[in-house]
């Protein structure tokens, strides 16, 4: 019945097409609601279920009977898709007003379509193993994507960065399909992850996972595959950003994870691996995000940088795993799930904050924003609780991730031989250096965005954004306070999930102690907090309380406006010490010495990413050099095409004669 | 009776918060050869300051207002985790100094945004340096606490301290290079000589008091109490470091209470004998702390004969 009911909704997505733009809205909700329900319902019988992920027959595919099996880590990314998904097309329909008369109904009914399909084949990403099945929904994943970054298809920017992501994404699906492919040949079982267990079992996992990471690695955005992700996230209208960079790019890990499960030999190896590249990842994703200025391509490097984190959690379990270390596998696994929720909830949160910022000031470019956070008030709140979250600071719930991370880290110190130490340590620091570069890079992004005074008259018409929009980052913002206090609760939940990695290692019992703990303190400082501001008031009201202006060190004319820091001298501290990645390019023009009165000057600085540059831009570059040069060829002219086909066809004649072919 | 003797340690503690930045103060007039001030005059300033009325700059937002409140909050917390007296501190659990070093961190995250919110140049220069600082001394810190892991096999600040001494005496080689560098923590934590000099009027050399010039009233003296707090909990900190186990709790007490005022004589004659650096070389500085402390870390290994060498 459910099954019947979930294809009845895949059919009726097509009539999205027919309503008018605003019941377009309301029926892509109540189809997303009812896929929700029903994967959710899956999902929680699955959860509830001893394990034995039961078949539910799908539908034929060309032959193939195509089943949906659910396990617990399928469960828990369904949960995540649907949330943040819900979360967007609530945040989508006060963010599309503006639209609404830019638009016809078409591009709009195709907007909805994709939002739908994008829920869609996510869920089936996550349920079907069937190698052709799973290529299939993975591909029609990246389609409807693709149509949903190019939605302002009248900016080039948006089609440019739109088809860089296209291109890109196949180059991930070949590598999958290869990956696919060489298990398959090898061993002759079924097409698709059922065949890998057998392939692993009989071989050398380390290559084959090699081809699955880079393929998957491309969706997830792992340094250095990650080049489409700082175009596609600005690019694309902000509930879609949120949405990809809150669930899509992790589908890339369930991609990961699901092959990890299948893989019980040489796990040493890919566990140093991921746990390198994810270093990689983390540090110089969280550096290039600080060299920003565009807002949502300064979020998209945290991404990036959060994958890193993701990866740390998943490469530290991997490694316990592979050392026989049960905390320090258990702990790491469960930091890096935990994660991949936390982080589609406060990066979700930050885009769709970014996004009320742009429908109102219609710049993303942080360097003309300042003191939003009088007129915008809810979103700042929203954008500081984001950040807080994601800097990993108590009592938000990324912190709750990273110190699971960390124990699992510090226990492996404490129990571990010592290439299982080295590896601690280098993760440990590249831990604690990204959480204190992520704090640089947000007290930047916030106080400039937010705080002191405007910097330009973009933020004059600015005002807080409808109620529609605040409240998904309500329900957000519940989820995250939840985890942060209460993080108990999640606990038993996530060790089931482990557990399908780590076998019979399971998060230890004591962890209940820990986190009952950090509730306890997390609360008496919240209420710390308010007594000290009870008390301030009480102190204010006897001694007085009263306004002034800034205090300008005896400088009288000293304009906020002016002489505020601003995006680009904040980050400069830095610069100085890493601008090997963070590739700063500054352009001014100096005074002339026989300048007797100087005309306006002006300075910009702009950074590129320095993986692009190489990896992508030069040699495509290079290529396309030649590849004009040999429009030579092309004249134009009808005898020349005659010519070549008769010097094809005499080639041909003469290589059969001298039998080469 | 552990708990109590917690009680007693937090009490001392606070109580010498008090003394500490006046005992800094004396130590400092005397090697100048002033007259020194008395030892309670911080506490007489912070109690004129509770009396005053606040300015808040109307560039200011909530933001400025609820920073200094958290920053205080922060640290007060932060000083229920250390342990007394080989007690565990109000709260002790696997991986609470993480949850200490974290806490710490959304005060400073508070107190930077804070600074930003006035809008000033001035103090938006003090709120990079202290988010740029902080972001290097971070990793000396948790490479103290990795290489205790590895001597003692625990992962809490109370099982780290106690296992630590009965462990073996080889790792009193640690404990000297760790205190040292836990010294220096505290100096770039305290935002102190040789990175930042509280005494200075310059602004744009200043560090931390030019990021809360614009706080005044109760906000500042709230700020100046954290402040002495910090020193006390890294002050305690160290003093678990040196203070053995297995002697009477009074010899423990009159100990930590001496260990804390070395610990401010050392303050008071590190800033009157040592200059500070160049403003540009002070990260090269601060992360010379975190390649100690990786000594540190590869010492523990060797004795630990994880590492072995022949």
Redesign the interface.
């Known amino acids: 019945m459910d099954v019947f009911v979930f294809k009845l909704i895949l059919l009726l997505s097509v009539v999205i097409f027919v309503f008018d733009k605003k019941i377009q809205y309301f029926a892509t909700l109540i189809l997303q609601l009812t896929v929700s329900v029903i994967s959710c319902w899956w999902a929680v019988s699955a959860f509830g279920a001893d394990y034995a992920a039961s078949p539910v027959p799908f539908m034929e595919f060309f032959g193939h009977p195509v089943t949906l099996e659910i396990d617990r880590l399928s469960a828990f990314f369904i949960f995540v898709i649907n949330f943040t998904m819900l979360t967007g097309i609530l945040y989508a329909k006060g963010y599309l007003k503006p639209y609404l008369e830019k638009k016809n109904r078409i591009e709009f009914a195709l907007h909805f379509f994709c939002f739908l399909w994008l829920q869609i084949s996510m869920l089936l990403v996550c349920m079907v193993k069937d190698g052709l099945a799973f290529l299939f929904v993975w591909e029609l994943m990246s389609l409807s994507s693709f149509f949903l970054v190019i939605f302002d298809s009248e900016k080039v920017d948006a089609i440019k960065a739109g088809i860089k992501y296209l291109i890109q994404m196949h180059i991930g699906f070949v590598f999958i399909l290869i990956a696919f492919l060489v298990a398959f040949l090898n061993t002759h079982s079924p097409f698709g992850f059922e065949g890998l267990s057998a392939y692993f079992a009989n071989n050398s996992p380390f290559l084959l996972f090699l081809l699955f990471f880079v393929g998957f690695g491309i969706k997830a955005g792992f340094i250095p595959l990650h080049t489409w992700l700082p175009h596609a996230h600005p690019a694309a209208p902000s509930h879609v950003s949120g949405v990809m960079s809150g669930v899509m790019i992790k589908i890339g890990i369930y991609g990961i994870l699901r092959v990890l499960t299948y893989i019980h030999s040489d796990l040493l190896l890919i566990g140093v691996f991921i746990l390198v590249m994810s270093l990689i990842s983390g540090i110089l994703g969280v550096v290039m995000a600080i060299a920003q200025h565009d807002i949502k391509k300064l979020l998209a490097y945290h991404s990036i940088e959060n994958i890193g984190i993701i990866g740390i959690g998943i490469g530290v379990g991997t490694i316990g795993i592979a050392l026989e270390l049960p905390v320090v596998a258990a702990l790491g696994y469960a930091g890096g799930i935990l994660h991949i929720l936390n982080h589609s909830l406060f990066k979700s949160l930050l885009f769709y904050s970014a996004g009320s910022v742009y429908q109102q000031t219609h710049t993303r470019n942080i360097e003309q924003l300042g003191g939003l956070i009088k007129k915008m008030p809810k979103s700042a709140l929203f954008f500081l609780l984001g950040s807080l979250a994601i800097c990993g600071l108590p009592p938000f719930n990324g912190f709750i991730s990273e110190f699971l991370i960390y124990s699992g880290m510090f226990r492996g110190l404490a129990d571990g031989s010592l290439n299982a130490d080295i590896l601690m340590l280098a993760g440990f620091l590249g831990l604690v250096l990204i959480g204190g570069l992520a704090v640089f890079c947000f007290t930047k992004v916030f106080s400039i965005v937010f705080l002191g005074t405007a910097r330009s008259d973009r933020t004059v018409n600015a005002t807080e954004v409808s109620s529609g929009m605040l409240f998904p980052k309500i329900l957000i913002g519940i989820l995250i306070l939840a985890i942060g206090f209460l993080p108990g609760l999640f606990m038993a939940p996530l060790n089931e999930i482990v557990m399908l990695f780590t076998g019979t290692y399971s998060i230890p019992e004591n962890i209940d102690s820990v986190f009952t703990n950090i509730s306890i303190v997390s609360i008496g400082f919240v209420a710390l907090v308010a007594i000290l501001w009870m008390l301030r008031k009480q102190q204010q009201q006897k001694c007085g309380k009263e306004p002034g202006v800034t205090w300008g060190c005896g400088y009288t004319g000293a304009n906020p406006a002016i002489h505020q820091y601003t995006a680009t001298s904040y980050a400069n501290n830095l610069n100085d010490y890493s601008n090997q990645i963070m590739n700063i390019h500054s352009k001014k023009v100096v005074y002339e010495e026989d300048e007797i009165f100087p005309t306006d000057k002006e300075f910009s600085t702009h950074s590129t990413d320095v993986f692009e540059d190489n990896l992508v831009s030069k040699p495509t570059n290079k290529i396309l050099f030649w590849l004009e040069k040999m429009a030579v060829f092309q004249t134009g002219r009808l005898q020349h095409y005659l010519l070549y086909a008769l010097i094809f066809l005499l080639l041909v004649f003469l290589l059969t004669i001298s039998n080469v072919i | 009776m552990l708990f109590d003797m917690t009680a007693i340690g937090i009490a001392l503690a606070l109580v010498l918060s008090i003394l500490f930045p006046g005992i800094i103060a004396i130590v400092k007039a005397k090697t100048a050869g002033r007259k020194p001030p008395s030892i309670l005059q911080p506490l007489y300033d912070v109690i004129r300051l509770?009396?005053?009325?606040?300015?808040?700059?109307?560039?200011?937002?909530?933001?400025f207002q609820?920073a200094p409140?958290?920053y205080?909050?922060?640290v007060?917390?932060a000083l229920?985790f250390i342990p007394y007296f080989g007690g565990p501190g109000i709260?002790?659990?696997?991986?609470?100094f993480?949850?200490f070093a974290?806490?710490l961190?959304?005060g400073?995250?508070m107190m930077?945004?804070g600074a930003?919110?006035?809008?000033?140049?001035?103090e938006?220069?003090g709120?990079?340096?202290e988010?740029?600082y902080?972001?290097?001394i971070?990793?000396a810190f948790?490479?103290i606490?990795?290489s205790l892991?590895?001597v003692?096999?625990?992962?809490s600040f109370l099982e780290l301290f106690s296992a630590l001494h009965l462990n073996t005496h080889l790792s009193y080689l640690v404990i000297s290079v760790a205190v040292f560098v836990l010294v220096y923590i505290t100096m770039v934590e305290n935002n102190r000589l040789p990175v930042d000099d509280p005494r200075t009027h310059l602004?744009l050399t200043m560090v931390h008091e030019v990021m809360v010039?614009?706080n005044s009233?109760?906000?500042l003296a709230?700020i100046h109490i954290a402040s002495w707090m910090k020193f006390i909990i890294f002050g305690t900190i160290i003093a678990n470091f040196l203070i053995p186990v297995l002697i009477s709790i009074y010899i423990k007490i009159a100990l930590f209470v001496g260990v804390q005022v070395a610990f401010a004589v050392v303050v008071g004659l590190l800033e009157s004998f040592r200059a500070r650096n160049k403003i540009a070389k002070n990260?090269q500085w601060i992360l010379a702390m975190s390649s100690l402390a990786i000594i540190v870390?590869l010492t523990t290994?060797i004795i630990t004969s994880?590492?072995i060498l022949n």
């Open positions: 509770f009396r005053k009325g606040t300015i808040y700059s109307s560039t200011t937002s909530i933001i609820l409140l958290v205080a909050a922060s007060a917390t229920l709260f002790s659990f696997d991986g609470d993480v949850f974290y806490l961190g959304i400073k995250f930077i945004i930003m919110d006035t809008g000033s140049g001035f938006g220069m709120a990079n340096r988010a740029f902080s972001l290097l971070e990793p948790f490479l606490m990795g892991a590895l003692t096999n625990h992962v602004e010039l614009d009233g109760f906000d709230i990260p870390f290994l994880k590492l």
